[in-house]
């Protein structure tokens, strides 16, 4: 089974500042997604940036990018020029691309860290 | 509707009774997932639907937990004889099928007292 680890509760940061929330993972899979979600106050999860794991490139989303080290099986999210907005929990995810497999679909997400952005 | 939408938003209930919760998807999207959040467990999968295919239920924590989904659109989440363990944010999502993005409804709150 695959599991996804948040080791930072709480994270936070000033205004326009960067901030990198980490993200580890197991797995015995070669092929797979990894995802980061925000998810408000609202409680509405929102899809912040993906990435498969057969590509070498990170992955980037205007102020969001990622650090994928997929060796070491890490999946760090870097939020540059923080803002107000941005604060929220968020969480790690991961989805098998294994069709076949007893995990094909569904996401396994990690503990949470909850950002705080101060002005 | 442009989202996933849950009914209700929240739901207090007392233990020992049943509750159902209402997930309406994406229009047009096949695959219909439902993910319990809870303090102590973190996010955590409940069940899938895929068109017509068998659910996945593997992620049901009990057999007081069910849910069918109808027509391939609607789902309703129900658990018998709720506990207070049960206490969680639902969360309903769907997708245009089971590899593409997950889209999120805001979840139903259930508090059982």
């Known amino acids: 089974a695959q599991t996804v680890t948040q080791s930072q509760p709480e994270m936070s940061v000033q205004e326009a500042e960067t901030v990198t929330l980490s993200c580890t993972y197991d797995t015995s899979e070669s092929d797979y997604y990894l995802f980061w979600y925000k998810q408000p106050p609202s409680r509405q999860m929102i899809l912040v940036i993906r990435q498969e794991a057969y590509k070498q490139q990170n992955a980037t989303e205007n102020r969001f990018s990622v650090n994928f080290q997929k060796a070491a099986k890490s999946f760090s999210l870097k939020i540059s020029d923080s803002q107000l907005g941005d604060a929220a929990m968020y969480f790690c995810a991961y989805r098998s691309s294994n069709a076949g497999g007893t995990s094909y679909g569904k996401l396994t997400f990690g503990q949470g860290t909850i950002l705080t952005v101060h002005p | 509707g442009a989202g996933v939408s849950q009914s209700p938003s929240n739901k207090v209930t007392e233990k020992g009774k049943d509750v159902e919760l209402r997930c309406d998807p994406i229009s047009g999207h096949t695959a219909l997932y439902w993910y319990r959040q809870s303090l102590g467990q973190g996010l955590e999968f409940l069940i899938y639907?895929?068109?017509?295919?068998?659910?996945?239920k593997s992620g049901l924590p009990s057999d007081r937990f069910s849910a069918e989904r109808t027509g391939g659109s609607v789902s309703t989440l129900t658990i018998q004889r709720t506990q207070q363990e049960d206490s969680a944010v639902y969360l309903c999502?769907?997708?245009?099928?089971?590899?593409?993005?997950?889209?999120f409804g805001p979840g139903t709150r259930l508090t059982v007292l």
């Open positions: 639907f895929q068109g017509n295919s068998a659910p996945d």
């Open positions: 999502a769907s997708s245009s099928a089971v590899p593409n993005e997950q889209f």
